[in-house]
């Protein structure tokens, strides 16, 4: 049964009752928020300036989470286990009556589940228009996704990519006409973002920090290796992770990891973070050395902070951090070729600095929320015209 996530649902403004009903559905809202749920809030509490109304329907959530309360839009819940038992076809019935009720005109899909089975009930049981949300190269992805995928390459009637990459990646892999897939790079609102950065005071320590909930994924570990190459030769250089622990043995190997290689008093775990600006204000570089990526958020807020960024050749990476420009690329699984960078930009704050100044440019030129929604609601205009 779809139930209301909020403890007083939540209701369109009446100004807004008569625009194009968009409704983003999302596999799962778990307390520490992804890149894809910070996206579907930002474009639910901003689309109403473009001429569409947003709801957001999820198949797993915490239904005391506060975000929920504060969010911009009504939210929703199915709850849904599997997508090929009893209960997902009474779950398809109800999300039949949920999109007529709604009246839903466009679904916008987040995921592995939304994708296929949000999708296919979309397209058999309604005339809304399907859009899947690609954010990723496929990292967790079973044999049967894949199958699946494929198998429905032509159900969506557009698919939006998060980078150039994962654009080839569903052309290439998922054999989707390449006329329906378009790259739609994350935004950011840059009013007063990064303004605190400008009054930081000259510290002794400097920081070295990276942003992301910890799975094995997002290579903390690489990190934590590279930070071990540099501690003997800078003393007064300081290294952090924040994020909540999304995988609890990953985080007990990492914080072992920090023990064996006696960095118990230069590296920190921060834990999730409510305010990312002040976190990477206080920051003097930033990395991210994951092993798969779709495109960064956290890239694009760091370089909005100025902040130099040393980045692994994955997924959108390079195309967010121009190398030598706005920060350096690295190869995955290489702490060496990680550590060497970070040097690199310790030993001439100069062009670190330049890099930074660079970054933040580069953000405003290209990775704005106003880009974002205006690529985006371009596509809804011309879906819901054909």
């Known amino acids: 049964m779809i139930t209301s996530l909020q403890r007083t649902p939540k209701l369109h403004r009446s100004q ?17 928020l992804g890149g894809g749920e910070r996206i579907a809030l930002k474009l639910a509490a901003r ?6 109304r947003a709801s957001i329907l999820t198949f797993s959530a915490d239904p005391a989470d506060p975000v929920f309360e504060s969010a ?15 209960a997902a076809l009474a779950g398809a019935i109800e999300l039949r009556q949920f999109l007529k009720q709604q009246k839903i005109q466009i679904v916008q899909t987040f995921f592995e589940s939304s994708d296929i089975w949000a999708g296919s009930v979309t397209k058999l049981f309604s005339n809304a228009k399907l859009i899947w949300s690609r954010r990723d190269m496929g990292i967790l992805r079973t044999r049967k996704h894949e199958i699946a995928y494929r198998l429905l390459a032509d159900l969506p009637d557009a698919v939006f990519a998060v980078s150039d990459l994962v654009r080839q990646h569903c052309i290439e892999e998922d054999h989707i006409d390449p ?3 378009e790259t739609i790079y994350n935004g950011l609102d840059l009013d007063n973002w990064g303004a605190s950065s400008q009054s930081t005071p000259q510290r002794d320590k400097i920081l070295v920090t990276t942003i992301g909930n910890i799975r094995h994924v997002k290579g903390h570990d690489v990190f934590v290796k590279a930070a071990a190459v540099i ?9 952090s992770i924040a994020g909540g622990v999304l995988e609890p043995s990953y985080f007990e190997e990492l914080q072992a990891l920090v023990r064996d290689l006696n960095l118990e008093e230069r590296f920190h775990f921060t834990g999730a973070i409510t305010n990312l600006e002040q976190h990477l204000s206080a920051a003097d570089i930033f990395v991210l050395p994951s092993r798969s990526e779709g495109f960064s958020n956290a890239i694009v807020e760091a370089m909005a902070t100025s902040l130099p960024v040393v ?10 951090v121009q190398n030598d420009v706005s920060g350096l690329i690295v190869p995955a699984e290489d702490s060496d070729a990680l550590a060497a960078a970070i040097i690199r930009l310790l030993a001439d704050p100069a062009m670190a600095k330049a890099m930074g100044i660079a970054g933040k440019q580069r953000v405003a030129e290209r990775f704005t929320t106003e880009a ?4 985006t609601t371009a596509t809804y205009r011309k879906l819901l015209t054909e």
Do not use: W
């Open 47 to 52: 689309l109403p300036q473009y001429g569409y």
């Open 72 to 86: 911009p839009c009504p939210v929703y819940l199915l709850p849904l286990q599997r997508t090929y038992d009893r």
């Open 231 to 239: 501690a003997p030769h800078f003393p007064n250089v300081y290294f």
């Open 372 to 375: 974002m929604l205006l690529q």
């Open 311 to 320: 980045a692994t050749n994955v997924g959108g990476n390079a195309e967010a």
């Open 16 to 32: 807004d009752a008569d625009l194009p009903h968009v409704l983003f559905v999302i596999d799962q809202f778990s307390k520490n």
């Open 179 to 181: 006329d329906r897939v």
